[in-house]
């Protein structure tokens, strides 16, 4: 089953990547590059590739976004996956995902007044037309981001089902320790595991 890593880009996606992948999946909670690759981003051409899909006929691409999910969402296992998407239905039959796959989300929102600064640096384009961007939306490769708007409130779907939980890029930084002790906190309750913070983990993390 997926866990979601949702944002719309330079949103603090890889900040909790990072913290995440030190805390879960180190022995010592201090972080190193290679740990990120526990947490890998959809979609990726790969997972077409490996299904026989024309990786650069777009619509093929969303309309079998679920198909290329379900090795992973079909595991006993619990895994992460990165993505900047919205939760997109493609012509109400192709949805990005569903709830046979995904256990839940957690989606990292900024204020998108300084994601256009940041987003503009990133793209070497200036900040009128990422406003232009954010505001009109536009996919990028594979990816069918929506605007800034529609990405944010998309994922809002699985509230309903008790499986979404969003965090705040600023608090992210501000007041990291109560953050991310509330996002491992969501991650134990949605794989129905009694939760247990490994303190020295934690501390070795935040450094």
């Known amino acids: 089953m997926i866990i979601w890593l949702a944002s719309y880009p330079k949103s603090g ?6 913290m995440l992948s030190a805390y879960l999946f180190s022995e010592n909670g201090i972080f190193n590059f290679k740990l990120l690759n526990n947490i890998k981003q959809f979609p ?5 590739e490996d299904l026989g899909i024309d990786i650069k006929n777009r619509d093929e691409l969303v309309k079998n976004s679920l198909r290329a999910q379900e090795p992973m969402g079909k595991s006993n296992t619990v895994g992460f996956l990165k993505t900047h ?6 012509e109400k039959k192709y949805p990005f995902t569903n709830l046979n796959n995904t256990l839940g989300v957690i989606y990292i929102v900024r204020d998108p007044r300084n994601v ?3 987003y503009a640096r ?5 900040t009128e037309e990422t406003m232009k961007l954010m ?3 536009n996919g990028i490769d594979e990816d069918i981001m929506g605007n800034w708007s529609e990405n944010y409130t998309s994922w809002k779907s699985f509230k309903k089902y008790n499986r979404y939980l969003l965090v705040k ?3 992210l930084v501000l007041n990291r320790n109560e953050t991310f002790l509330r996002i491992l906190k969501f991650i134990f309750k949605l794989r129905n595991i009694n939760f247990f ?4 983990k934690f501390e070795k993390m935040l450094e």
Do not use: P, Q, W
């Open 85 to 90: 998407n919205m939760l997109f239905n493609f």
């Open 116 to 118: 256009v600064l940041s």
């Open 44 to 48: 990726a051409k790969h997972h077409f």
């Open 197 to 200: 913070l490994d303190n020295n």
């Open 169 to 171: 890029y600023e608090d």
């Open 135 to 137: 505001t009109i939306g």
């Open 122 to 126: 990133h793209l070497c384009v200036s």
């Open 13 to 18: 996606n890889t900040l909790l990547r990072t």
